[in-house]
């Protein structure tokens, strides 16, 4: 647990926040493919606090359609030399947690790792790996807001001004 002083109220913020992947598994309308895959949300809190030998793969639900997976066991971490990504992934329409997936023997994906930085989801989508982003849950929303409004100020835009790269007097030849 860290203290945080945003304004004049002093905060005790979770260091790590335990959470859990939901995996869907949907069948295929394509010839050529069987299912398909997809992060569908992940869960904060209780869910994701399971020990690691009880983490792993549990099926949550199952109908005609798909079969929902909870993928239990990981830790959100926030850093704050990425509170700048945090920042911009807050701003926008839809902010997203981002789940690193990597293929299985049976080449079905498995969770990694969760976080919110794109940056950082970038970095593992360059070097192969599969990027699932989802909602953010609200108490995760709350918890990332806290800890980039005590430790990061967006820099001010400002228009840069032209400089004359020609000596004075003319042209150069």
Known sequence: MSKVTVGEVVQ???DEYPVSVIMERRCSSNPWIDEQWEAVGITAGEAGSLSAAAAGRVK?????QSTQ?????????LYAD???SYYHNLMTRTPRCYVVARPDEDEVPVPLLVGLSFDEAHAY???GDTIYAV?????IYRWCEAFVL????????????????????????
């Open 60 to 64: 949550i639900h199952e109908d005609d």
């Open 135 to 139: 909602d953010i849950p609200p108490e």
């Open 150 to 173: 005590a430790r990061y100020v967006p820099e001010r835009k400002y228009k840069r001004k032209l400089k004359h790269w020609a000596p004075e007097g003319g042209c150069p030849e």
């Open 69 to 77: 997976y909870l993928y239990s066991g990981f830790v959100l971490r």
């Open 12 to 14: 005790t913020l979770p």
């Open 125 to 127: 989508l360059e070097a």
């Open 82 to 84: 990425e509170c700048e």
